[in-house]
């Protein structure tokens, strides 16, 4: 796997971890994300065991993940709060 496709599956893992931590309360949402991120870096540490370049490309993506979800939390949190905004100020046609 070379470094653009381990960026492409990283993404993808933080995209899914946002999008389940959206539905945590936020007053446990930093710990969920935190214990899901220790468990993409020991999966990866054996992942990548053999190969010392790539566990260390990994192991930095992996340091920056809880950042990123965090992020990617706001942006799913926003939006769903500009969607809700819309459909409310959306007027429903008359019969």
């Excluded at 971890?17 to 990866?44: C, G, L, M, N, T």
Aim: contains cysteine; aromatic residues 6%; charged residues 30%.
């Amino acid at each position: 796997m070379n470094r653009e496709q381990q960026a492409a599956r990283i993404e993808k893992i933080v995209t899914t971890i946002a999008e389940r931590a959206v539905s945590v309360p936020p007053d446990h949402r930093s710990a969920y994300i935190q214990d899901e991120v220790e468990k993409v870096r020991q999966a990866f540490l054996q992942t990548y065991e053999a190969d010392e370049g790539l566990r260390a490309c990994a192991m930095a993506f992996v340091d920056k993940m809880s950042g990123w979800i965090e992020a990617r939390v706001h942006t799913l949190e926003t939006e769903a709060v500009g969607k809700t905004e819309a459909d409310e100020g959306r007027t429903e046609p008359h019969s």
